[in-house]
DNA sequence: TGCCAGGCCCTCTTTAGGGCCTT
């Protein structure tokens, strides 16, 4: 099964096109499921996280000021990732905060992401809510340490997916669950599942 | 203090509105 990237940005808010900017950022690369390789940093931007953003993540400025600067960290991780396609929980979050934080460096993604929030939605309707921590409660997931934390978020996101390609594979009887496979299974329309997958 | 964005998805829908997710 070829790698994927799993990865978790904690940020100053929730819009780079409204000047917030990442934090920490964290990546894990998977393959067969489990973890094979890790990258995690606090990051430097130059900007001040509001009381309630670092009330939520425990990430103060404190923290962030100490860090290596947000230049220096965008392109260690971006060579990190390489060419591997990557995974996030509501990835449309942090594709938005990964394009902004590489263009900055003058870098430009080469891969799509998959989002774990959207294939849950399909793979596990019955869930009680898709947040990330609920859907951990749910699937009965390990605890992987603080909640909103980059590195924490990553692994606990990395295991949600692991969760959720066992069921694929028991109830589909699909040996090789991949990236490409989890982007179609989150084009596919919810509720949909069982047609599209029945055939593949 | 409370709010901000953006995309998905459902419904009392499609000439719209609001909840869910991410920080």
């Excluded at 390789?37 to 939520?56: C, K, T």
């Excluded at 938005?96 to 460096?105: C, I, M, P, S």
């Excluded at 929030?117 to 859907?135: C, D, F, N, Q, Y």
């Excluded at 669950?177 to 047609?195: F, K």
Aim: with cysteine.
């Amino acid at each position: 099964m070829a790698t994927m990237a799993v990865i978790d940005f904690e940020t100053t808010g929730l819009s780079p096109n409204r000047g917030d900017r990442a934090t920490e950022v964290a990546v894990v690369l998977v393959e067969n499921g489990k973890p094979v390789r890790r990258y995690q940093s606090l990051m430097n931007a130059g900007v001040n996280i509001p009381g309630r953003i670092q009330a939520l993540t425990g990430i103060t400025n404190d923290m962030v000021a100490a860090a290596p600067a947000a230049s220096a960290v965008m392109r260690e991780v971006s060579d990190f990732v390489e060419d591997f396609p990557l995974v996030a929980h509501n990835a449309a979050f942090d594709q938005r905060f990964w394009d902004a934080e590489l263009a900055r460096v003058k870098r430009n993604r080469r891969q799509e992401f998959a989002c774990s929030m959207l294939i849950a939605r399909r793979v596990l309707p019955h869930a009680p809510s898709h947040k990330l921590g609920e859907l951990a409660a749910f699937a009965k997931l390990p605890a992987t340490g603080r909640f909103h934390r980059a590195q924490a978020d990553a692994e606990m996101a990395a295991q949600l997916l692991a969760y959720m390609t066992k069921l694929v594979q028991r109830d589909y009887r699909i040996r090789d669950v991949d990236h490409d496979l989890w982007c179609r299974v989150q084009r596919t329309p919810v509720g949909a599942l069982q047609q599209v997958l029945a055939d593949y």
